[in-house]
């Protein structure tokens, strides 16, 4: 979440909400699945809660794009 914290806020306050909200999961995942692999969890553990996280940005990207106007 650290990461998160230094995005700036008028940007933040134009994001729409569904997209900081998954935003939002995928760091909250992230620092669970740190602290997992600090804790000494075993690796398959640790690799089902990378792949849940990262199925998530996937579906943030697949959802959230700005175009280009060229």
């Not at 992230?30 to 969890?41: F, P, Q, R, T, Y």
Request: aromatic share 2%; proline share 6%; charged share 15%.
């Amino acid at each position: 979440m650290g990461a998160a914290a230094d995005v700036n806020p008028a940007l933040m306050a134009k994001l729409p909400l569904p997209f900081k909200q998954l935003g939002m999961s995928v760091h909250h995942e992230m620092d669970e699945l740190a602290v997992a692999a600090e804790s000494g969890k075993p690796a398959a553990e640790l690799q089902q809660m990378l792949v849940s996280a990262l199925s998530k940005c996937v579906a943030c990207h697949a959802a959230w794009q700005i175009k280009s106007g060229s």
